[in-house]
Every structure is written in structure tokens, then in C-alpha cells.
């Protein structure tokens, strides 16, 4: 009987130390899923960044091309305006 209680203690100290490892196993597995997560995570942050960004430089980049076009329209308005005066003043000396 004591051979039976010993070979019983020795099974359930067998079980015990396998119900360790697995946890332990399972607390690694389950760091690597959050490292790997974490990874994830941050590279998805680092796209995002870099299509803001790009959208940010793209968005100056048709800022500055409104005000060259505004500046263009305004040197034609300018020029349009003073042949219109060159032609009134000459009319009206003409007159």
C-alpha cells in the first residue's frame, strides 16, 4: 500500500509540474501574441503617418498651385485692365 501512495505521489507531482509547463508555455505564447499585436500595431501607425503626412504634403502642394494660378489671373486682369485704359485714353484723345 505505501508503494501505491508513493507511485501516487509521484503521478500527481507529474501532473502538477505538466499543468505548470503548460501554463508557462501559455504565458509565453501568449506574450509573443501581444509582442507580435504590439508590432502590428505600430507599423500600422507608421502607414498611417506616412499617408497623412503625404496627404498633408499634397494639400501645400495644391495650396501653392492656387495662389501661383491666383496670381496669374490677377496679372491678366491687371493687363487686360490697363490695355482697356490704353484705349479709353487714346479714344479720348482722339475726342
Known sequence: MHLAG???????EK???EKDDDREQHNISLEAYKTQKLKDMEYVEERVKGVLEAK???ITQLKLELRHLHQQLLE?????LDDD???VASRTAEL
Not at 508513493?6 to 500527481?12: F, I, N, R, T, V
Not at 491678366?76 to 487686360?80: E, Q, R, V
Open 6 to 12: 508513493h507511485e501516487y505521489e509521484l503521478q500527481l
Open 15 to 17: 501532473l502538477r509540474k
Open 56 to 58: 498633408e504634403a499634397t
Open 76 to 80: 491678366s486682369a491687371n493687363s487686360i
Open 85 to 87: 485704359n490704353s484705349d
